[in-house]
């Protein structure tokens, strides 16, 4: 006997919250509000490497309205883990968002077993995003799983007439998101922890990005410890730089207070004040 390929298709039950949540956030937008949590459908689930997941989800408002760096809370099914996962919006295509999350407790355990076709609740996007009203050659750094908002500013940039920009990624073992980020920045760097790390690689193209006709900013999201070093490499050379951090969170829209940060300005909340800062907000030198 032959069948027919799978083609996931979402349950009547599902059809009709989706419809009702299309229905909410066309409603929220049309009284000029910003849309409450609403139900999307997931379009793609895939495996990027061990533990790496990229999650794909129809949603048009976060695909119109989602910038570099801004981020989606996610909602996992289990009624008694209330608090949202924030995931930062990764690559557009269309009404299509991608994200791409690590496998690293029981919310994206639960995520990683969804696949396409299957529903969930969202939130977003929320936060503030990367700035790039300035024409230069961005230098997009990142570290293990914080490629996800330079990828967005690489296909953000590459829609800009006066920009270009530099990726520089840093991995653990994979190579896992060259090829995405290869689509939209000028030049793909990257190394992993046989071969040294990103700074190795600034170090490396440094000649390169002083003989550019463009200013050199840098975006970077990742580990601490390497955002930390980034900034003292950058503040030896007069580069700026926005850092997007990855503090641990609650609500995502600033009324919590769990997320908040040192700045040269106080204790800041990640969600709603960033999560991008200058290395001059931070501090950091
Ligand atoms: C603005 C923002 C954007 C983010 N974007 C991404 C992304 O694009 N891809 C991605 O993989 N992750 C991202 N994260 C981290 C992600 O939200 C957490 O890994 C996730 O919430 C963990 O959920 P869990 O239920 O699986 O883990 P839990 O069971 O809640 O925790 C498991 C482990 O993960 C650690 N953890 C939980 N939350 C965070 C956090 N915010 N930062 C660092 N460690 C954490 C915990 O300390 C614990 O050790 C982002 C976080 C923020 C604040
Ligand atoms: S996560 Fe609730 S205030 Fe920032």
Same mark, same amino acid.
């Given at each position: 006997?032959?069948?027919? #390929?799978?083609?996931?298709?979402?349950?009547?039950?599902?059809?009709?919250?989706?419809?009702? =949540?299309?229905?909410?956030?066309?409603?929220?937008?049309?009284?000029?509000? /910003?849309?409450?949590?609403?139900? @999307?459908?997931?379009?793609?689930?895939?495996?990027?490497?061990?533990?790496?997941?990229?999650?794909?989800?129809?949603?048009?408002?976060?695909?119109?309205?989602?910038?570099?760096?801004?981020?989606?809370?996610?909602?996992?099914?289990?009624?008694?883990?209330?608090?949202?996962?924030? /995931?930062?919006?990764?690559?557009?295509? *269309?009404?299509?968002?991608?994200?791409?999350?690590? @496998?690293?407790?029981? *919310?994206?355990?639960?995520?990683?077993?969804?696949?396409?076709?299957?529903?969930?609740?969202?939130?977003?996007?929320?936060?503030?995003?990367?700035?790039?009203?300035?024409?230069?050659?961005? @230098?997009?750094?990142? *570290?293990?799983?914080?490629?996800?908002?330079? %990828?967005?500013?690489?296909?953000?940039?590459?829609?800009?007439?006066? =920009?270009? =920009?530099?990726? @520089?990624?840093?991995?653990?073992?994979?190579? /896992?998101?060259?090829? %995405?980020?290869?689509?939209?920045?000028?030049?793909?760097?990257?190394? $992993?922890?046989?071969?040294?790390?990103?700074?190795?690689?600034?170090?490396?193209?440094?000649?390169?990005?002083?003989?550019?006709?463009?200013?050199?900013?840098?975006?970077?999201?990742?580990?601490?410890?390497?955002?930390? #070093?980034?900034?003292?490499?950058?503040?030896?050379?007069?580069?700026?730089?926005?850092?997007?951090?990855?503090?641990?969170?609650?609500?995502?829209?600033?009324?919590?207070?769990?997320?908040?940060? $040192?700045?040269?300005?106080?204790?800041?909340?990640?969600? #709603?004040?960033?999560?991008?800062?200058?290395?001059?907000?931070?501090?950091?030198?």
């Amino acid at each position: 006997m032959t069948t027919d #390929a799978f083609i996931p298709t979402v349950s009547v039950a599902d059809r009709a919250k989706l419809e009702h =949540s299309e229905a909410l956030v066309a409603s929220a937008v049309s009284h000029g509000w /910003f849309p409450p949590r609403h139900t @999307v459908e997931i379009t793609g689930m895939r495996e990027l490497d061990t533990n790496v997941m990229c999650m794909t989800i129809r949603d048009p408002y976060i695909a119109q309205h989602g910038r570099p760096a801004q981020f989606v809370d996610f909602f996992t099914h289990d009624p008694m883990r209330l608090m949202p996962r924030p /995931f930062g919006i990764g690559e557009i295509n *269309g009404d299509e968002v991608s994200f791409i999350f690590a @496998v690293v407790g029981e *919310g994206t355990r639960q995520f990683a077993a969804m696949r396409a076709g299957d529903v969930i609740d969202v939130l977003g996007p929320l936060g503030r995003p990367f700035k790039t009203k300035e024409d230069a050659n961005y @230098v997009l750094v990142a *570290g293990g799983l914080g490629v996800p908002p330079v %990828i967005a500013a690489a296909q953000h940039i590459a829609g800009l007439e006066g =920009s270009r =920009s530099t990726a @520089v990624f840093g991995y653990r073992k994979n190579h /896992f998101a060259d090829d %995405i980020v290869a689509r939209y920045a000028d030049t793909v760097h990257s190394i $992993d922890e046989s071969e040294g790390n990103v700074i190795t690689v600034l170090d490396r193209i440094e000649d390169e990005l002083k003989a550019s006709d463009l200013p050199p900013v840098i975006l970077s999201c990742g580990p601490m410890p390497m955002m930390k #070093a980034i900034a003292t490499w950058a503040a030896k050379r007069d580069i700026p730089c926005q850092f997007s951090l990855e503090q641990r969170m609650g609500c995502g829209y600033g009324t919590c207070v769990l997320c908040t940060t $040192d700045t040269v300005d106080g204790r800041l909340k990640v969600c #709603a004040d960033g999560p991008v800062f200058t290395r001059e907000q931070l501090g950091w030198e």
